[in-house]
């Protein structure tokens, strides 16, 4: 895990972005999904890494927001196997910058003194030499926004970076969060799993501020199980560490491969649960509705396929999502989760062969015309399986403006009928013919 540093505007987010490939702040029409999204997924030469943007630290200030911003930080070094510290190589060493190369220092981590903005590469880079009396080892000049010396950073994040864990390695292992609000049952249900009590369980709301991984084996295949800290409403945010264990928690779905999401029987759908489910959908994962506390609630003929209704109603963006009723408590069913999990992570993975998947966008199109608009008609020339988790189909037009997203979703529907995919968000991304 690699964490960016610095006073504010030094250009983190800039550096982020590059890094990343993209400008990454998320907007969705799905309830819950939208967010400035602080980490992401990148690699370089072949090693994968999770960043992180950190806000900007002002070391002495007294204001309780850039306070808060400090205490997080003072986290986050916490997580990271890897620094990034930015500096701005045109105001020089300032007495911010001593203050938290200090800091970092005092982590024993790794650090990587990065001195942005040196635009003017030849010339700025002549300004480097005061920043060794920060005491960190060898700055590196470099301009995020023309992506100037980038390459010099990745080579040092990876020569710095831990040697890859056996878990990263091995590709038979599933990694499972075990997601949803606070109280709904998540370590009861990982302890009833193993069989023990690996995570602390109790009924104040916010006990597991962290993610904890548990490795765990049985007939089904490997997993690493993960319990996270529930996410609240942020009303009832208050502490800076509550709000870093949402990241922690946000982190810890995008390390999965399936996310249990787990409802309390006896409360149903919130719209707190709504939220979470559209970070699981939005992160690509697959994704199980499991409704706990089933022992709980009392039932009459029809009581299950009601509430499987109901549960579907609120939750429309996850129709795919498999459900299950379970009792973390009583053991009720939990030993089914992992045929679900295996079936899952394998739909969420699968790959489906060009010849046949234009066999199936034909004969979409013959039963279901595409639209047109002024007189002019989409036409769908082929469509191609760029990427799995989640599978991405990349559909070759004629004009973009005229794939609306009803036909999207239409064509998604299809792929379902045809291929399975339960379990699974699919993308559709649409290129025009002339596009690479």
């Not at 707190?272 to 089933?294: C, L, P, R, S």
């Not at 709980?296 to 459900?323: C, Q």
């Not at 739909?347 to 046949?356: E, P, V």
Request: overall charge neutral; charged content about 30%; proline content about 3%.
């Amino acid at each position: 895990m690699l964490q960016s540093y610095g006073k504010p505007n030094v250009g983190k987010s800039t550096f982020f972005n590059y890094l990343v490939g993209s400008r990454i702040s998320i907007v969705e029409d799905t309830p819950g999904v939208t967010r400035d999204r602080i980490y992401a997924e990148t690699n370089w030469r072949g090693r994968e890494f999770t960043l992180i943007d950190t806000g900007g630290i002002e070391p002495e200030s007294e204001d309780i927001i850039l306070s808060q911003m400090r205490e997080q930080a003072n986290l986050a070094i916490n997580m990271a196997d890897v620094i990034v510290f930015l500096t701005d190589i045109r105001q020089g060493v300032t007495a911010a910058d001593k203050e938290i190369a200090l800091m970092l220092k005092k982590s024993g981590k790794p650090i990587i003194l990065v001195c942005n903005k040196a635009d003017n590469f030849e010339k700025d880079k002549e300004e480097i030499y005061e920043f060794y009396n920060l005491g960190i080892g060898e700055p590196f000049p470099v301009s995020a926004i023309h992506a100037i010396g980038i390459g010099d950073v990745l080579d040092e994040i990876y020569e710095k970076c831990p040697p890859k864990s056996d878990e990263e390695e091995d590709k038979d292992i599933t990694k499972v969060a075990v997601i949803g609000k606070p109280n709904v049952g998540k370590s009861s249900l990982i302890n009833k799993i193993l069989g023990e009590n690996r995570v602390i369980v109790s009924d104040i709301a916010g006990t597991t501020r962290d993610s904890i991984d548990t490795e765990f084996e049985n007939e089904s295949g490997k997993y690493v199980l993960i319990d996270t800290a529930g996410i609240r409403k942020k009303s009832k945010v208050k502490e800076s560490i509550e709000k870093f264990s949402i990241m922690r928690t946000l982190l810890a779905i995008e390390r999965a491969d399936v996310c249990l999401l787990l409802i309390d029987a006896t409360e149903g759908v919130t719209e707190q649960d709504t939220k979470i489910a559209g970070e699981a959908h939005e992160a690509g994962k697959g994704v199980i509705i499991v409704i706990n506390k089933w022992d709980a609630v009392d039932k009459t003929t029809g009581t299950l396929e009601k509430y499987k209704k109901e549960v579907y109603d609120k939750l429309k963006y996850l129709s795919y999502a498999p459900m299950i009723f379970i009792s973390a408590k009583t053991g009720q069913r939990v030993n089914k989760l992992f045929d679900l999990i295996n079936y899952v992570k394998e739909q969420n993975s699968l790959r489906i062969s060009t010849s046949i998947l234009n066999q199936v966008i034909n004969e979409a199109i013959a039963i279901v015309q595409p639209p047109t608009d002024k007189g002019k008609r989409l036409k769908i020339y082929y469509g191609t399986q760029g990427s799995t988790r989640p599978p991405t189909f990349v559909i070759f037009v004629n004009d973009k403006q005229l794939f609306h997203f009803s036909y999207e979703r239409y064509l998604v529907n299809q792929f379902r009928k045809e291929f399975g995919l339960e379990g699974t968000p699919v993308r559709i991304i649409v290129r025009e013919k002339s596009e690479k």
